[in-house]
């Protein structure tokens, strides 16, 4: 295409604005990590100065005072064990909805998306009445449903369609070849339906891994915090840590920003299904 | 043909072709418990842990009832809703939330629409090379936002705005302590530089699904920049931009919690106490599950009505 003049200085303008937008956007994950390699003086006396020794006392005070040890176990088992749950209960029913319309499964469809909509804070309240009659306070699992069965509602939403895209030739070709319908949505459905199963156990990772509400009202004990209320908890003594307290920040932010970023496709196409 | 997959009244109409083996009532049956089986796992799940707990939290709202103090709940009628709708605390939550969610709303609907006309713009030269490596960085830097947890960003945003040692009061020479002085406005920048990715890459992907004979058409009437634009893109994308902040206005409203948490714990005083925190701090700072409950009905109410509206949006959108 040929270009005038004008068309290019326009184009310069564009690319000029979008990429001071990017890094505008980028400036508080980048302030975080670079204030995470300062040491105390220079954080406190030098706010705008760049590190000057890249030092990593701030991410050792992690594991020696703060549980992170801990705290990274916990977030990575909560995490897991919502993906587990959401992605297998989620899947079978967003296909169940998909291909079998049963009696009052559109009614029971409604119904579960609407809970899409509710307050986390206002489920928080009675569940932990049940989960203390269950005695699953301080422990992983009662964080693990209460973020999960937030979750489930999502990943039906984003499967069905999913599901409903899918060619039925070839699951009615296994039906006839003898596969049961489980056989028929495990062996077939399944492999075929991969990226969006990927996209939502990308996006449920994440939702354990970033979740603050369950940790801070169903566990005190450092034992069974998540790295999420490890971190807040790094707020509350009598003096802040700062220079820990962004480190702690990147650390919780490094895991997430890599499995973004290796699977930005899937990622932003579960954005694009989950709304 | 989908017969054997959909429904008994079409594996009916099929009796006599492929391999017969079981009788109409049979299909049908089999269709019935396998479409269950297969949704009973979510349903049964969801509902120990979802309806039963809001089940119980509309008779906890009728109950005075405070776990760490005492293990008995005594009736405790109408007064929890009572104070609910005499509380100045929870009208003033309300109001704060309200605000919140317009605000919020319109400036990641304004930046995102922004950033993703031009994003646009620039993806459909792409044939270029230098276009599309700019894209593809551009794309990596406007999806930080969204791939950082919100706890981070509100601590990262806490450090910036430090009325001491951030570097927002050092270059403006000043010590104002953001937070604490302009507490609702630190929390919606915060907020929405947290969503603006959402509602960019939505947008963007609105905008690239539009035929570009359209915009050779508009080109060749010879449109400018901003009537083509205005013309043809804000038009063909209303759909989507209306699904869309519908949905984040939905969960601003009833989600707004890690940021404020983090950043202002709701004050000064109650300057930033959103709805949800409200819920909570009733619960586990004040220890009034009774209260709480009342205030949870409440928003579960409010959710239930923005997610019909929501549902219905979305219906008419997509028409």
Do not use: C
């Amino acid at each position: 295409m040929v270009l005038s003049t004008a068309g290019r200085i326009t184009r310069a303008g564009r690319n000029a604005v979008l990429a001071a937008a990017a890094a505008a956007i980028a400036i508080p994950v980048v302030w975080m990590a670079l204030a995470s390699l300062k040491n105390e003086t220079d954080l406190f006396s030098n706010p705008t100065s760049l590190p000057r020794a890249f030092e990593l006392a701030n991410y050792t005070s992690l594991f020696t005072q703060f549980h992170f040890a801990v705290a990274t176990w916990n977030s990575i088992v909560i995490s897991l064990g919502v993906v587990v749950i959401s992605v297998t209960l989620g899947g079978l029913a967003a296909y169940g909805f998909s291909r079998y319309d049963f009696r009052g499964s559109r009614v029971l469809l409604a119904g579960l998306l609407i809970t899409r909509m509710i307050t986390p804070a206002a489920l928080v309240v009675p569940l932990y009445l049940i989960m203390s009659a269950l005695g699953l306070l301080n422990n992983v699992f009662s964080i693990i449903i209460g973020v999960a069965v937030l979750n489930l509602p999502f990943v039906v939403w984003v499967l069905k369609p999913f599901f409903d895209a899918l060619p039925r030739e070839i699951e009615e070709a296994g039906m006839l070849d003898g596969l049961t319908p489980f056989g028929v949505f495990w062996r077939i459905a399944v492999p075929l339906a991969g990226p969006g199963l990927l996209s939502v156990a990308l996006l449920s990772f994440i939702a354990g891994w970033t979740d603050l509400l369950f940790p801070i009202s169903f566990s005190s004990t450092p034992d069974a915090m998540p790295l999420t209320s490890a971190l807040l908890q790094m707020q509350t003594g009598y003096k802040i840590y700062w220079g820990a307290l962004m480190a702690g920040g990147v650390y919780l932010t490094v895991p997430t920003l890599i499995l973004s970023f290796a699977l930005q496709k899937y990622l932003v196409r579960g954005m694009r299904l989950g709304y | 043909m989908d017969g054997a997959l959909t429904s008994g009244q079409k594996a009916r109409g099929s009796r006599g072709r492929g391999p017969a083996l079981t009788t109409p009532a049979d299909w049908n049956r089999r269709i019935q418990l396998t479409g269950l089986g297969l949704t009973l796992p979510a349903l049964a799940f969801a509902f120990a842990f979802m309806v039963y707990p809001v089940a119980s939290l509309v008779l906890l709202s009728f109950q005075d009832y405070s776990p760490l103090r005492s293990t008995t709940a005594t009736n405790a009628g109408l007064s929890n809703y009572a104070w609910v709708a005499g509380s100045d605390l929870v009208h003033k939550s309300i109001w704060v939330t309200l605000v919140f969610t317009v605000v919020s709303v319109g400036i990641e609907m304004a930046v995102g629409l922004a950033l993703a006309t031009l994003l646009a713009k620039l993806v459909v030269e792409s044939r270029r090379l230098f276009s599309l490596a700019l894209s593809r960085v551009l794309n990596s830097f406007f999806i930080l936002p969204f791939a950082t947890p919100a706890i981070a960003g509100a601590l990262a945003w806490k450090m910036l705005l430090h009325p001491q040692f951030g570097p927002v009061d050092a270059i403006l020479h000043g010590d104002i302590a953001w937070f604490a002085q302009y507490p609702l406005a630190s929390v919606i920048v915060a907020d929405a530089w947290k969503t603006i990715p959402f509602v960019l890459f939505l947008v963007f992907a609105a905008i690239l699904s539009i035929e570009p004979d359209m915009y050779e058409a508009a080109r060749l009437d010879g449109a400018n920049a901003w009537q083509e634009f205005r013309y043809l893109t804000l038009p063909m994308i209303l759909p989507v931009l209306a699904v869309t902040a519908a949905f984040r206005a939905v969960d601003a409203f009833t989600k707004i919690f890690d940021i404020v948490f983090v950043t202002t714990g709701g004050g000064p005083g109650t300057d930033t106490q959103v709805f949800p925190l409200l819920i909570w701090r009733t619960a586990f700072d004040y220890l009034h599950f009774g209260q709480a409950a009342a205030l949870a009905v409440v928003a579960v109410l409010i959710s239930a009505v923005l997610g019909a509206s929501l549902l219905a949006v979305r219906r008419t959108a997509s028409t």
